[in-house]
């Protein structure tokens, strides 16, 4: 890592998801996890927490039980869904979680959690992407971060609130922060930056938050992004 540049890890997944491969990184700074609902320390530790409120979120729990959609919560760090369906494995598998089937999220679930994510195909997730945002608007944020995955946070949770938290505590101006992602949860982030960097093929409203583009992974994008913050 050269010298002057701190890294910070901006991920929607969990906490206990995230944190191995942040480690394998070597990355020290706080991660900003589930989609920016929260910031934590490498010790577990709570830096910012904000989570759906309980009749919210079962407010997006049943539009997605009406839909027969995958739906999943969170409580205490731990992956939480009614039934055991393939698509809860496909994503326990990716976010390096446990399933843990509760029968009842309504009971389950507590008084917050800090994301919803509902599971599907790109075909099913894009038409329900712009319904939940028009439902949802201005009550949620709604976005995909794969294409399989559709994610909800609260209004006040995204990765530049949660990125913005952590330059400050840091003492970085915003000015010097460089942004790179390629889902739509990683638009406002990247608008945010300083420099705000989309990965090529990204949804176009992340290509327009950014001020430039990088290759995809395999075509020369990292180098790429190392010139971008050595120049």
């Avoid at 934590?40 to 409120?53: A, Q, S």
């Avoid at 609130?161 to 400050?168: I, K, N, R």
Wanted: charged share 20%; net charge negative; hydrophobic share 45%.
């Amino acid at each position: 890592m050269a010298a002057g540049i701190t890294v910070v890890a901006c991920t929607g997944r969990p906490f206990p998801g995230a944190l191995p491969w942040v480690t394998k990184l070597g990355i020290e700074s706080p991660i900003v996890c589930y989609q920016g609902a929260q910031v934590r320390t490498l010790d577990g530790g709570v830096l910012l927490d904000n989570g759906i409120t309980h009749d919210l979120a079962m407010e997006v729990i049943r539009f997605a039980r009406e839909r027969d959609l995958h739906v999943q919560a969170y409580r205490d760090d731990q992956l939480i869904v009614e039934r055991d369906r393939p698509e809860a494995h496909i994503y326990a598998t990716h976010a390096g979680m446990e399933i843990h089937v509760v029968g009842d999220l309504d009971h389950a679930m507590g008084p917050t959690t800090p994301k919803l994510v509902i599971v599907s195909t790109p075909e099913k997730i894009e038409p329900v992407l712009v319904v939940a945002r028009a439902r949802w608007a201005g009550r949620l944020n709604v976005a995909t971060s794969v294409p399989e995955y559709l994610e909800f946070t609260t209004i006040e949770s995204d990765k530049a609130t949660a990125l913005g938290f952590v330059c400050e505590r840091l003492g970085v101006p915003q000015a010097e922060v460089v942004a790179v992602g390629d889902g739509r949860n990683d638009a406002s982030m990247i608008a945010w930056a300083g420099l705000g960097i989309a990965v090529e093929g990204s949804a176009p409203e992340v290509i327009a938050a950014s001020d430039r583009t990088i290759a995809g992974p395999g075509h020369g994008g990292m180098q790429q992004l190392a010139e971008a913050l050595l120049k």
